[in-house]
C-alpha cells in the first residue's frame, strides 16, 4: 500500500509534456459538425426505431422530418440464408385474399411457348411458367347501381390487385382493376349508363349530381378538370385500354360536353380522348410493384420468361451485333436482330393525329 502511495506522490511531482496547438488546417470545423449532427434525430431505448437509416419512400409525401432518413416499411425481405433470399423484395400481399377465385369469373389460359400455328418462334423469351387462369374483368362498367367491395385479391395475369364487387340489388359478382386505397366494404358506382337519365332529368329540371369518389366510373365529361384517372377508354361505348398496370394513372386537363379531352398520362404525352369514352377515378393500386426484386433467375421461370442472350454474343448470321473478335458490334446503332433500332430510333411512319404533346425523350 506505501508502495502505491509513492508512486503516486512520484507521478504528481512529474510535470506532464506541454501540448502544442493543431496548425489551422488541421483543427475541426466546430460549427459544421454541430449543424450535422443537430440533423440527425437520436433513438431511444423506448423507441422502435429502423435497423438502417438508409432508403427509398415511393408512398408520397408525408410530414416530418423522420421520412428523410428512414425508410417506408413497405418491402417484405428474408433473411439471406441463400443466394436466392439475398436479394428478394418484394410488396406486402397480407391485406389480399388467400383463397381462389371465383371459378365462374375465370377461364383456363393455355400456353403456346411463344410458338404460332406452324411451330415456329414468333415471340422470344416465352415458356414454362407456373400454371395459371385468366380472370374476366369488367371493363365495360355497364352495371348501374351501388356496388359493393367484397374484397382483395392478387391476378397472376397482371401486376395490379384486382377487387371483387358484389351488387347491392342483383347480387352479381364481378372483377375489376383496384384502385390504390380501395380496399373491402367500399362502394363504388358506375354512371357510364346515366346518359338517358340525365337527358330526362333536363327535360324535366331535375339535376342530378355525381359522386367523384375513388373507383367510380363514368364519361370524362363528367369528370372536373384535374382529376387523377386510370381505366381510360378510347371509344364511347369501349372498353377501358389506357392506364390500366400497377401504379399507372393519368390526369384530365381539358374537358368538354362534345368533342375531345385532354388527358396527361403518366409519362408525359399529352392525348385526345372522346369525352363520352369513360375512365375510373384514382390510380391503379400496388405502385411500388416497379421497385421489387425477383431475387433469383429461378423467380423469373416461374413467371413463364426464359432467358435472354445478348446479341453480341451471337455469330454474325444471327444477329447484327454478333460476329468479331472479343466484344465487338461492329460500329452498329443498337438494333434488334431483324435490324430495327432499338434505342432513341424514330420507327414509327405516321405520327398519331391523336397525341397533342408527344412524351419527353432522352
Not at 196 to 204: D, G, P
Not at 217 to 226: F, T
Amino acid at each position: 500500500m506505501w508502495q502505491q502511495c509513492r508512486l503516486v506522490q512520484h507521478v504528481g511531482k512529474t510535470a506532464l509534456p506541454a501540448i502544442r496547438p493543431l496548425p489551422k488546417y488541421q483543427q475541426p470545423n466546430v460549427g459544421l459538425l454541430t449543424q450535422r449532427f443537430s440533423q440527425c434525430r437520436p433513438f431511444t431505448s423506448q423507441e422502435k426505431g429502423p435497423s438502417f437509416l438508409t432508403g427509398f419512400n415511393t408512398q408520397g409525401i408525408v410530414d416530418g422530418a423522420q421520412t428523410a432518413i428512414n425508410p417506408a416499411n413497405q418491402f417484405k425481405t428474408k433473411k439471406p440464408t441463400t443466394p436466392g433470399k439475398r436479394w428478394l423484395k418484394r410488396v406486402p400481399r397480407d391485406h389480399l385474399y388467400k383463397g381462389k377465385a371465383i371459378r365462374a369469373l375465370t377461364i383456363a389460359k393455355r400456353n403456346s411457348g411463344g410458338r404460332n400455328n406452324t411451330g415456329r418462334i414468333t415471340i422470344r423469351h416465352r415458356g414454362g411458367g407456373h400454371k395459371r387462369r385468366i380472370r374476366i374483368l369488367d371493363w365495360q362498367r355497364q352495371e348501374q347501381g351501388i356496388q359493393t367491395v367484397q374484397r382483395l385479391e392478387h391476378d397472376p395475369g397482371r401486376t395490379a390487385w384486382i377487387a371483387l364487387l358484389r351488387h347491392d340489388t342483383t347480387g352479381k359478382l364481378s372483377y375489376i382493376v383496384a384502385p390504390q386505397g380501395l380496399k373491402a366494404g367500399d362502394k363504388v358506382t358506375s354512371y357510364r349508363a346515366e346518359k338517358k337519365k340525365v337527358v330526362e332529368s333536363v327535360e324535366q329540371d331535375i339535376t342530378r349530381t355525381v359522386t367523384i369518389d375513388v373507383g367510380n366510373c363514368m364519361p370524362l365529361k363528367m369528370i372536373p378538370v384535374g382529376t387523377i384517372l386510370h381505366n381510360i377508354g378510347l371509344k364511347r361505348n369501349g372498353p377501358a385500354i389506357m392506364a390500366r398496370s400497377a401504379g399507372t394513372y393519368a390526369q384530365l386537363i381539358q374537358t368538354g360536353e362534345t368533342g375531345y379531352a385532354q388527358v396527361r398520362l403518366s409519362s408525359g404525352e399529352v392525348r385526345l380522348v372522346p369525352v363520352d369514352a369513360c375512365a375510373t377515378i384514382g390510380a391503379v393500386s400496388n405502385p411500388d410493384h416497379q421497385h421489387e426484386m425477383l431475387g433469383k433467375a429461378g423467380r423469373s421461370r416461374w413467371l413463364g420468361i426464359r432467358p435472354t442472350v445478348r446479341g453480341m454474343a451471337m455469330n454474325a448470321c444471327d444477329h447484327p451485333h454478333g460476329g468479331g473478335r472479343g466484344k465487338s458490334k461492329g460500329n452498329k446503332d443498337p438494333r434488334s436482330p431483324w435490324g430495327v433500332l432499338a434505342k432513341g430510333g424514330k420507327t414509327r411512319k405516321t405520327p398519331n393525329q391523336f397525341v397533342v404533346k408527344p412524351r419527353p425523350r432522352r
